[in-house]
Structures are given as C-alpha cells and as structure tokens.
C-alpha cells in the first residue's frame, strides 16, 4: 500500500472536521440588527412650560417642559434615536403672541419656542397650519431660529400656470440624514435616514389671505407618491414621513381622497408616519376598531406611525427593529406608544415628568413679558 493511500482516510477525516467547525462558526455570526427609537412631538401651540394664560395659573397637564425631561428619559433607555417635530409649534396662546408682536421691535431674537426646543438637538421638524397664522415674513424669520431643519413637500410657489412640471417647492421637501447607529454586534453603522414633509391642504383655504396667488397646496399621497422613490435612489435606507394632518382628511376639503394619514400609509416605501394636527393619540386604548389600524402595535396599514396629543402632553415612540435583507434595512418589528406627562389619581392630576430646568429657564424672560403685555 501506497504512502498516499494509507493517510488518505486521515486527510479526509480533517476536511469533514473543518467543514463542521466552519459551519458551527457560521452559526454563532450574529447578522447585525438595530434597535431605532423615534421620538415625536407635535402641537406644542407655544406651551413651552404648563400654564394657563387666560386664568393665570400653573397647570401640570401639558408643557414641553415636562414633554424635554420624557425626552431625556427616552433617550437613556435606547443608544439610537431620533427627535422629530410634527408642526403647530409658534402660534396658540399669550407666548406665541407676544413672540409675533415683539418680533417688530427685536426682529433678530430668536422665537422663544425655538429657544426651548433648540436645547433638545431635534433632527428635523415640518410646518403645521397654525405656522401661517401671521404670515409668511413672520414664519421665515422664526424659522432661523430653529437650529434643525424644517422640511415640507407639499407646498408650492405659485407659479400661475397649469404645466405641474416647473413647479417649485416652498421648503425643501425632504432631506437625507447620514446617522451613526450601533448595531447588535456593538458595531457603529452609517443608516441614511430619509425625512420628508407635509400638510393638510386645507392650510390654504384656512389661511386664504397669505396664500391666495402666491402659495398652492398639493394632494398628499400624490406628493408621497412622487418624492419616496426619488429618496430611495439617492439612497435612502429607511424614510419617516412628518405629516400634520390627522387619520382622516379635514372636513370642507374639495379633495378628501389622498388626504389623510390613513392614505399616506398606502405608499409604499415609507417606513414610519409621525402625524399630528387633529390632537388626538395613536396608538390609543379607546381607539376605534377599523380595518387596517393596529392600536396594539402602533400600524396603519401595517406602516408603524405614532401621535402625540397636544400640547406636549404626551411624547411619541416607535422602536423600530430593523436587519438587512440582501444588503438592505428593513423593518422586522416595531412598536409605538405614547407616553403621558401626567396621570390621574382619584380625580387628581400627579405629574409624571417633572418640568426640565433648562427649558423652564431659557423661556422665563419671554414668558414674564408675555404675562405683562397680555
């Protein structure tokens, strides 16, 4: 018998050795995942800290103040997340009116709003209704305050012709976020982060005289429809959709159909809606049974979304579980709530959040003069 022969069995041994070591190797690979917490607020009306303006008292069930420090804890729990903010933030109460009549006699001040929300490092917001209530000029220049970009995509310059093709944008419609994550192997990843606004249309019938000849609102889902893909081959990895209009389309609308959040979640390629406007709260426990809404996980039309109240009394989450299917992200799971500044304890209002310090101190000169000047 051969050399060869006689170690022909040992060799063969060794190869079925190493293939099975290789295989247990393979098999103890963890594909990355990650965890995303996104975080909304919206409706904030100018209630930067919780009080009454017309009975003059402190009140413990709204504020952003209290909203900061849920925001803060929000963020401890989870290494990654995300801050946005879904519109009607300048206008609502004496605040909000005394930054519109005071920015005649300090134009270069910086709206109080954005005072107090500038210390909270928000990735990105979109305009709300209410953002148009004194005007144009007013809106811009509180807009620079904000140190976080505002997107929207479906407001339009008027441009006085039927051709859609040379239609600009008002705002940016969107913008892609280059953000360092850590994924479940402790490894940092680079996620583009899609982000994208819009609002109810009715906005330009509310708000006729700053409109009128000068500003046009387009369909939502139509607008959605056009941008997503866009964002995805300027390479998205995921797309969060900001929209300040509720579940279903205002009432008086001429165009109801596409309208609405419920509609916006048909498109596909959207990873998550944060909406707002009609103050009400998604996932709900009292919400309505309805066909494609899932108040347990927080879908609609299995698209995850979130809504935060008002007022800043509740702070939006949807964690999002994302792994990569043939070199993309996509979601595996997800799940939102909504977390309330306050509960209630035999008829009486305890706060859950205390009200964060800096937040308080950074508004207190502009809240006292608006006392005075009310």
Same mark, same amino acid.
């Not at 022909?8 to 190493?18: K, S």
């Not at 909203?67 to 605040?95: H, M, Y």
């Given at each position: 018998?051969?050399?060869?022969?006689? +170690?022909?069995?040992?060799?063969?041994?060794? *190869?079925?050795?190493?293939?099975?070591?290789?295989?247990?190797?393979?098999?103890?690979? #963890?594909?990355?995942? +990650?965890?995303?917490?996104?975080?909304?607020?919206?409706?904030?009306?100018?209630?930067?800290?919780?009080?009454?303006?017309?009975?003059?008292?402190?009140?413990?069930? @709204?504020?952003?103040?209290?909203?900061?420090?849920?925001?803060?804890?929000?963020?401890?729990?989870?290494?990654?997340?995300?801050?946005?903010? *879904?519109?009607?933030?300048?206008?609502?109460?004496?605040?909000?009116?005394?930054? @519109? !009549?005071?920015?005649?006699? =300090? %134009?270069?001040?910086?709206?109080? $709003?954005?005072?107090?929300?500038?210390?909270?490092?928000?990735?990105?917001?979109? *305009?709300?209704?209410?953002?148009?209530?004194?005007?144009?000029?007013?809106?811009? $220049?509180?807009?620079?305050?904000?140190?976080?970009?505002?997107?929207?995509?479906?407001?339009?310059?008027?441009?006085?012709?039927?051709?859609?093709?040379?239609?600009? =944008?008002?705002?940016?419609?969107? #913008?892609?976020?280059?953000?360092?994550?850590?994924?479940?192997?402790?490894?940092?990843?680079?996620?583009?982060?899609?982000?994208?606004?819009?609002?109810? %249309?009715?906005?330009?019938?509310?708000?006729?005289?700053?409109?009128?000849?000068?500003?046009?609102?387009?369909? #939502?889902?139509?607008?959605?429809?056009?941008?997503?893909? +866009?964002?995805?081959?300027?390479?998205?990895?995921?797309?969060?959709?900001?929209?300040?209009?509720?579940?279903?389309?205002?009432?008086?609308?001429?165009?109801?159909?596409?309208?609405? $959040?419920?509609?916006?979640?048909?498109?596909?390629?959207?990873?998550?809606?944060? @909406?707002?406007?009609?103050?009400?709260?998604?996932?709900?426990?009292?919400? /309505?049974?309805?066909?494609?809404?899932?108040?347990?996980?927080?879908?609609?039309?299995?698209?995850?979304?979130?809504?935060?109240?008002?007022?800043?009394? /509740?702070?939006?989450?949807?964690? !999002?579980?994302?792994?990569?299917?043939?070199?993309?992200? $996509?979601?595996?799971?997800?799940?939102?709530?909504?977390?309330?500044?306050?509960?209630?304890?035999?008829?009486?209002?305890? %706060?859950?959040? =205390?009200?964060?310090?800096? #937040?308080?101190?950074? +508004?207190?000169?502009?809240?006292?003069?608006?006392?005075?000047?009310?």
């Amino acid at each position: 018998m051969s050399k060869l022969k006689k +170690i022909a069995p040992f060799i063969l041994i060794l *190869v079925i050795m190493l293939n099975a070591l290789s295989s247990t190797n393979a098999q103890n690979v #963890i594909e990355p995942a +990650i965890r995303l917490r996104i975080m909304e607020t919206t409706d904030l009306h100018a209630n930067m800290i919780g009080f009454d303006y017309e009975k003059n008292k402190p009140k413990i069930e @709204y504020g952003f103040a209290r909203t900061a420090s849920l925001i803060k804890e929000a963020r401890k729990e989870e290494p990654n997340t995300l801050l946005f903010d *879904v519109g009607d933030v300048l206008v609502g109460n004496a605040l909000g009116e005394y930054a @519109y !009549l005071s920015h005649y006699l =300090n %134009p270069h001040d910086i709206h109080p $709003v954005f005072k107090a929300m500038n210390l909270l490092n928000y990735d990105a917001a979109t *305009v709300g209704n209410h953002e148009f209530n004194y005007g144009l000029d007013f809106l811009q $220049v509180s807009l620079q305050g904000a140190n976080f970009p505002y997107v929207n995509a479906n407001i339009y310059i008027d441009d006085h012709n039927d051709f859609e093709g040379d239609d600009l =944008n008002y705002f940016n419609p969107y #913008i892609i976020l280059d953000r360092q994550l850590t994924d479940s192997n402790g490894k940092k990843q680079t996620l583009k982060v899609g982000v994208i606004g819009f609002i109810t %249309p009715i906005t330009a019938e509310w708000d006729k005289e700053y409109f009128q000849d000068k500003l046009i609102v387009k369909n #939502i889902k139509k607008t959605a429809e056009h941008f997503v893909p +866009i964002m995805k081959d300027k390479g998205a990895d995921i797309i969060i959709a900001l929209a300040h209009v509720g579940m279903e389309a205002d009432k008086g609308l001429k165009e109801q159909k596409g309208n609405s $959040v419920f509609d916006l979640s048909e498109v596909e390629g959207i990873t998550a809606i944060l @909406y707002g406007h009609s103050h009400a709260l998604f996932p709900s426990d009292d919400g /309505h049974i309805e066909k494609g809404i899932d108040h347990k996980t927080g879908t609609i039309n299995g698209t995850p979304a979130v809504q935060a109240g008002f007022w800043g009394n /509740h702070l939006g989450i949807i964690d !999002l579980d994302l792994i990569q299917v043939d070199g993309k992200w $996509v979601v595996k799971s997800s799940q939102s709530s909504v977390r309330p500044i306050f509960q209630t304890i035999n008829n009486n209002k305890i %706060p859950i959040a =205390n009200e964060d310090p800096d #937040i308080v101190k950074a +508004i207190m000169y502009s809240h006292i003069e608006a006392l005075m000047n009310k």
